[in-house]
């Protein structure tokens, strides 16, 4: 059984940051790639950024160049550091896992229960 737990969320004035964390425990293959989705009222949950044990990592365009996905081992936490927060950002994040690239990326077979994040104007 896997189990992730996130942690971190909050409320922050745009142009702040936050950190999110999120640490799994269970079957470590089935949490080879890992990454953060994000769902706002009202819209689809979307992927936010992902990344996989050998190094392969991806962000949606939206967050590019201000979220920063890491993770030091498959071991251990994997973290997105927020940065330049801004409204749009404003959603429940969700740390999910797989035990693929492709999963991760599309269907990922494990859930966190969600942190909300809000951004403020």
């Known amino acids: 059984q896997v189990q992730l737990v996130e942690s971190g969320g909050g409320q922050v004035q745009a142009g702040g940051s936050l950190r999110l964390s999120c640490a799994a425990s269970?079957?470590?293959?089935?949490?080879?790639?890992m990454g953060w989705y994000r769902q706002a009222p009202g819209k689809q949950r979307e992927l936010v950024a992902a990344?996989?044990?050998?190094?392969?990592?991806t962000y949606a365009d939206s967050v590019k160049g201000r979220f920063t996905i890491s993770r030091d081992t498959v071991k251990t936490p994997v973290y997105l550091q927020m940065n330049s927060l801004k409204p749009e950002d404003t959603a429940v994040y969700y740390c999910?896992?797989?035990?693929?690239?492709?999963?991760?990326?599309?269907?990922?077979?494990?859930w966190g229960q969600g942190t909300q994040v809000t951004v403020s104007s």
């Open positions: 990344i996989i044990a050998g190094g392969s990592i």
């Open positions: 999910a896992a797989s035990p693929s690239w492709g999963g991760i990326l599309s269907r990922p077979g494990y």
């Open positions: 269970g079957s470590i293959i089935s949490f080879i790639a």
